[in-house]
C-alpha cells in the first residue's frame, strides 16, 4: 500500500478487527543536546509503509504468550502486564505476551535484547564470540526457527519486561484494510548494546531528537505516519529521559482509536480530542495546545489543531 493511501478513509468500514502489536521507543541520551530515539526506514517494496521511518515493533504472536516463557520473565507477570498497561479486562496471557512481543521484535528489528543474564546484570554484547552468537539467535528468531523460550534456555538469560514503560495505545481506523491494535512502549537501550536494523525488512536506522526528526518530517526527508509523528511531538516537550520515564510512569493510558476523514481539502485522522470526532465513547476535551488531527498536506503528514 502507498504511504499515501494509507489513512485515506476511503474504505468505509471494514469490520475487520485490529491485530494485537506492540511498538517500542528506544532513547539513549544526546550527544551535548537532548535525549534521542531510534528510527528505522521500512524498505520501500513492502505493501505496508513502504518507505517510512517507524520504531521497532511488530504484531503478537502465538508464542509470545507461552506459558513455558512465562517462566523466563524473572517473576514479572499477566497481572503485573495488564496494570501497567491500564487495561484490566485483558487476560494475563495476553498482558504480558505484548510485553514479550515488544522484547521479541526489538531484538529482530534493532538487535537490541531486554534481558539479563545469570548474574542478574544486563546482557551486553560486546565480546565479539557472544555476539555473533545472539546475531544467529536473532535470525533464527526472525525466520521462526527459535523461540523466545528457547533462547533463554540456551543462553540461561532471563527477560527483562519491567524495563518497558507503557506508554500509548493506539487502534487503526476502522475504514482501513489493515488494522492494529498498539501499545507503545518507552525503553532504554542497555549498556554495551549497540542497535543495528534488520536488513531483511529495514534499509537504515537513524538516532535522531524529536526536533530533528520534526523537522526532518516538515521538509519531506523522510516519512512518520500519524501514530508516530504524534508520538515525536509529544516527546518533544520532554527535557531529558528521566523526566519522560516519570510522566510515562505516572499518565493515565487513554485509547486512541483514530478516525479516518476526507474533505475537499485532503484526508487524515481525529483523534478523540477533535471537535469532530464522533466516537462519544473515546471522545475526550483537548489539552490547551493539544494538535487534534494529522493532516496530509502536500504530500506531508502534519498535525493540526480542529
Known amino acids: 500500500m ?21 511498538t517500542v521507543v528506544l532513547l539513549r541520551e544526546g550527544t551535548g543536546g537532548p535525549f534521542e530515539f531510534l528510527l528505522m526506514r521500512r524498505r520501500r517494496d513492502q505493501s505496508f509503509m513502504g518507505g517510512a521511518f517507524v520504531f521497532p515493533g511488530g504484531s503478537l504472536e502465538e508464542a509470545d504468550s507461552a506459558q513455558d516463557l512465562r517462566e523466563c520473565c524473572g517473576g514479572f507477570g499477566g497481572d ?35 534481558a539479563c543474564g545469570a548474574s542478574g546484570g544486563t546482557v551486553e554484547l560486546t565480546d565479539p564470540e557472544q555476539a555473533a552468537r545472539f546475531a544467529v539467535h536473532r535470525v533464527a528468531l526472525h525466520d521462526g526457527r527459535l523461540t523466545l523460550a528457547e533462547l533463554a534456555r540456551h543462553e540461561g538469560i532471563r527477560y527483562a519486561p519491567d524495563r518497558l514503560v507503557a506508554y500509548s495505545h493506539w487502534i487503526t481506523p476502522e475504514a482501513e484494510p489493515r488494522r492494529f491494535d498498539t501499545r507503545f ?22 538516532w535522531m531528537t524529536p526536533g530533528e526528526a520534526l523537522a526532518e518530517q516538515a521538509a519531506g526527508r523522510i ?36 478516525e479516518a476523514f476526507r474533505s475537499e481539502k485532503g484526508y487524515g485522522v481525529l483523534l478523540p480530542s477533535d471537535p469532530e470526532y464522533s466516537g462519544e465513547a473515546l471522545k475526550r476535551p483537548a489539552r490547551p495546545g493539544e494538535t487534534t488531527r494529522v493532516v496530509m498536506e502536500d504530500g506531508i503528514w502534519r498535525t493540526s489543531s480542529g
Not at 502507498?2 to 506492540?22: C, L, N, V, W
Not at 491500564?86 to 521479541?104: H, N, T, V
Not at 554495551?192 to 536488513?199: E, F, L
Not at 511531538?233 to 510515562?248: C, H, K, N, Q, S
Open 185 to 206: 512502549f518507552l525503553a532504554r537501550v542497555p549498556e554495551g548494546q549497540r542497535p543495528t536494523h534488520d536488513p531483511m525488512e529495514l534499509t537504515e536506522s537513524r
Open 2 to 22: 502507498e504511504i499515501g493511501k494509507f489513512y485515506s478513509g476511503e474504505g468505509g468500514r471494514t469490520g475487520r478487527a485490529p491485530q494485537d502489536s506492540a
Open 223 to 258: 516519512v512518520l505516519m500519524p501514530p508516530t509523528l504524534k508520538t515525536v511531538e509529544e516527546l518533544r516537550d520532554f527535557p531529558g529521559i528521566e523526566a519522560l520515564l516519570e510522566a510515562a510512569r505516572s499518565r493515565k493510558i487513554e485509547t486512541i482509536l483514530t
Open 80 to 114: 503485573d502486564a495488564r496494570q501497567l498497561l491500564q487495561e484490566p479486562d485483558l487476560s494475563g496471557a495476553k498482558a504480558l505476551g505484548l510485553f514479550m512481543a515488544a522484547i521479541r521484535e526489538t531484538f529482530e528489528e534493532a538487535g537490541v535484547l531486554l
